[in-house]
T-cell receptor
Framework: GDSVTQMEGPVTLSEEAFLTINCTYT??????LFWYVQYPGEGLQLLLK?????DKGSNKGFEATYRKETTSFHLEKGSVQVSDSAVYFC???????????FGTGTRLLVSP | DADVTQTPRNRITKTGKRIMLECSQT?????MYWYRQDPGLGLRLIYY???????NKGEISDGYSVSRQAQAKFSLSLESAIPNQTALYFC?????????????FGPGTRLTVL
C-alpha cells in the first residue's frame, strides 16, 4: 500500500540555519504530495503542496520539489526562525483516492 | 471563531467507559475525517464521511464508531474505552471537488484512558 517515510527527529537547529527534512514515498500512479505543520497545542495546517512531478510547492519561506525519479519531497528552508519550531508531516494522496496518508512527523526545534 | 471545533479538548476516563468526541464545522464542507495521532506513528485514519449517508472505515476503525448527525457534525464514539486508545484525536474537513486537496483540522482532543 501507499506509504510515506520521514526522517526521525527531533531536528535541532540554531536560528538562521538551513533546514532540510527528508521525505520519501511509495505509491502507485501519480500522487499529490503535501507538507503539513503542527504548532504546539494546535491542529495540522497545510504548509505547501505539489500535484505533479517537478512541481515546487512553497510557502512562508519553505520549499519542496516533487521528485518522481527519487520518489522524494524534501522540505527546505534557507533560514529558520524560532517560530518555525513545530512538528512537520509529509503526506500523499493517491490518484483517485480521497484519503491522505501521513508520515510519522518530524519535530523541529529552533533555538535563538 | 474557529472553523473546525472539537469537544472536549481534554478527557480522562476509565477502562470500559463509553466516550463520545464531537466535531463541528462551519466551513460547509461535505467531507469529514477522524484521525488519531500517536507518538512515532503519525496520523492514522479512523473513519471518514463524504456526506451524511456515506460513512467509511479507515485503517484503524476497530473499537470505534461514528455518527454523522448533519453536514456540520461528525462524532466519534469509543463504546468501551481501553488504555491503548489513549491518544490525540483530530477531526478534519475537506470540500468536495473544487480542485483542492487541503484538509482543515480541528485543534484536537487529548484522550487518556486509565
Amino acid at each position: 500500500g501507499d506509504s510515506v517515510t520521514q526522517m526521525e527527529g527531533p531536528v535541532t537547529l540554531s536560528e538562521e540555519a538551513f533546514l532540510t527534512i527528508n521525505c520519501t514515498y511509495t505509491a502507485t500512479g501519480y500522487p499529490s504530495l503535501f507538507w503539513y505543520v503542527q504548532y504546539p497545542g494546535e491542529g495540522l495546517q497545510l504548509l505547501l503542496k505539489a500535484t505533479k512531478a517537478d512541481d515546487k510547492g512553497s510557502n512562508k519561506g519553505f520549499e519542496a520539489t516533487y521528485r518522481k525519479e527519487t520518489t522524494s519531497f524534501h522540505l527546505e528552508k534557507g533560514s529558520v526562525q524560532v517560530s518555525d519550531s513545530a512538528v512537520y508531516f509529509c503526506a500523499l494522496r493517491s490518484t483517485g483516492f480521497q484519503k491522505l496518508v501521513f508520515g510519522t512527523g518530524t519535530r523541529l526545534l529552533v533555538s535563538p | 471563531d474557529a472553523d473546525v471545533t472539537q469537544t472536549p479538548r481534554n478527557r480522562i476516563t476509565k477502562t470500559g467507559k463509553r466516550i463520545m468526541l464531537e466535531c463541528s464545522q462551519t466551513k460547509g464542507h461535505d467531507r469529514m475525517y477522524w484521525y488519531r495521532q500517536d507518538p512515532g506513528l503519525g496520523l492514522r485514519l479512523i473513519y471518514y464521511s463524504f456526506d451524511v449517508k456515506d460513512i467509511n472505515k479507515g485503517e484503524i476503525s476497530d473499537g470505534y464508531s461514528v455518527s454523522r448527525q448533519a453536514q456540520a457534525k461528525f462524532s466519534l464514539s469509543l463504546e468501551s474505552a481501553i488504555p491503548n486508545q489513549t491518544a490525540l484525536y483530530f477531526c478534519a474537513t475537506r470540500p468536495e471537488g473544487g480542485g483542492t486537496d487541503t484538509q482543515y483540522f480541528g485543534p484536537g482532543t487529548r484522550l487518556t484512558v486509565l
